[in-house]
């Protein structure tokens, strides 16, 4: 069952903050060039964004709750729960300056009603999905760590009362 959450945990994280990665990095400059302008990428992506942030929020539940599972170390702890606290708060953020960003344009026409409007609040969406992203993967590392300590928890007494049987037929044999 652990596997299987993991597994969940880790696809919702990676959907959502790989598929921004990727639009980002790939998509949005392949558009460009694919449609000769940044405005006609920019309607489409308009569109995207609406998805990858049903993504977040999606991947939020899924972190909430690995968040609330048990972790010894308190700093750890309280280092993901404000990793996810941030992920959220700029979540929301992102959907506040997407609604700003639509005020300013005419889907319809395909045409930027308020351009300084629009190109500020852009900056501003761009620049919080950057530090949404860099969370997300202080989330992952963090993640990963409270991961591996609760494996050694459960499994280093096993393997150690193994190692000790194994020495004890050992000196047994060379007896």
């Known amino acids: 069952m652990t596997v299987i959450w993991r597994f969940l945990v880790l696809v919702a994280l990676l959907f959502w ?45 899924f972190l909430g709750a690995d968040v609330a599972l048990p972790d010894r170390v308190r700093w750890r702890r309280w280092s993901r729960g404000l990793a996810w606290l941030a992920l959220a708060v700029l979540l929301g953020c992102l959907y506040w ?17 308020d351009p300084i409007t629009f190109r500020s609040n852009h900056r501003v ?19 990963l760590a409270a991961w591996r300590a609760a494996d050694r928890q459960i499994f280093a007494p096993k393997l150690e009362k193994e ?8 000196v047994e044999r060379s007896r």
């Open 17 to 61: 903050q790989g598929g921004f990665f990727f639009y980002a990095a790939v998509v949005v400059p392949v558009g460009q060039e694919e449609l000769g302008n940044h405005i006609a990428q920019g309607f489409i992506t308009r569109k995207v964004t609406n998805h990858l942030n049903l993504a977040g929020v999606a991947a939020l539940v």
């Open 125 to 143: 969406y761009l620049w919080v999905s950057t530090i949404q992203w860099a969370f997300g993967l202080a989330y992952l590392v963090l993640t």
């Open 163 to 170: 190692l000790l049987d194994e020495e004890k037929t050992e």
């Open 97 to 113: 300056l997407h609604g700003r960003m639509d005020a300013a344009l005419n889907p319809e026409e395909r045409f930027v009603l």
